[in-house]
């Protein structure tokens, strides 16, 4: 059977599941619905092509699913778990050329959308913050990166083709540093950026665990490791990860981008901050504080209905153990500790109480 004989489900209604419906419809493809984990997303439409649950999968008739997205792996678990194994694993291999495409994608979004860029570092909520906005219907994007080391990024979520460093580099530091403020400057309103921040040695944890997701978990490795040899493999990453600053280097190099970074005024006590410049508005918050924002981001947006809770969460993993394994034995120094809460940023946006707060977690 063609190609374009078929009857094709997609799975996974996000940005990669958007790009592929682009390539499919080039090719004279039929795609009849998309499927996706996030409620919030069922019941929607995409180019007039509805969105239904992923347990929904068998009440659509259809020809084939393709799994597209960052997750195929475990979206081809889950399937098989569900005895659905009529799917193709879409292995996208253009390379730079897809890449690219990518940030045209993004920068397309920034110029003409009315919704809200959720823009920031990785776990910091950014999850929580994009359902809240999705079922209260204010259209939204996430991006955790714009300019070196986006491209490098993609490729290794999307399986691309890696390119060299002296290759990609130049050419997102032109539409980094050249071509976002001149799309900021066609826009006809301010964008509206969503931002968090969090305890850096919490978000470190966090992220180490995210990378030791796709390193272990999808090989099947982790049985092969007793926890004390983990812990010392994951201190020994934590502590390489947590001298890099990440907050400061993030705010000043991604999130100056759009807004200079000058946070001096701001009251550390407070959860949340409103921002603007000439082509911007920012709602800047604190991660630690999520339960309290439904209001303030409510006010940002302009939209009533928002409802936030935690998502994502670590104890819902399949590492939860080991997370509070890390979390009950993992211990620093006092140095370690005045070292990592000294950052510019940090000090800038935490009351002294909470910074001793927070390290007292880890003492």
Known sequence: MKLSDKKIVIFGAGVAGKMHLKQLHQQGAEVVGFIDNDEAKSGTQIQNIPVFH?????????????????????????????????????????????????????????????????????????????????RAGVENFKSHCIGPGMLANVSRQWDLERLPVKFYEPALEYYARYRLPRVLSQRSSKLRIVTGVRDPVARGISIVFQSLHFMLYERC????????????????????????????????????????????????????????????????????????????????????????????????KWYSQLYKMVHTELTFTEWQLDRLYRSKYITALYSKAEIEQLKNKWL
């Open 54 to 134: 992923v347990s929904q999968i068998n009440q659509i008739e259809r020809d084939i699913i393709h799994l597209c997205g960052v997750s195929r792996l475990e979206m081809r678990r889950q399937l098989n778990s569900m005895k659905v194994y009529d799917y193709l694993v879409v292995e996208n291999k253009k390379g730079f050329v897809d890449q690219w495409r990518y940030i045209q994608y993004l920068l397309g979004f920034i110029q003409d959308t009315q919704g809200v860029f959720v823009f920031q570092p990785g776990k910091v909520g950014s999850y929580a913050i994009c359902n809240a906005l999705n």
């Open 221 to 316: 490795e982790l049985s092969l490791i007793d926890n004390e040899s983990f812990l010392d493999c994951f201190c020994n990453i934590l502590f390489g990860y947590l001298d890099t600053y990440y907050t400061d280097n993030w705010i000043e190099e991604q999130l100056g981008l759009f807004i200079q970074p000058e946070f001096g005024d701001l009251d550390p006590e407070a959860p949340c901050w409103q921002l603007q410049n000439q082509y911007c508005d920012l709602f800047l918050y604190k991660h630690e504080y999520l339960s309290e924002l439904e209001k303030p981001l409510m006010d940002f947006v302009g939209k009533g209905g928002i409802s936030l809770q935690r998502e994502n969460d670590a104890s819902e």
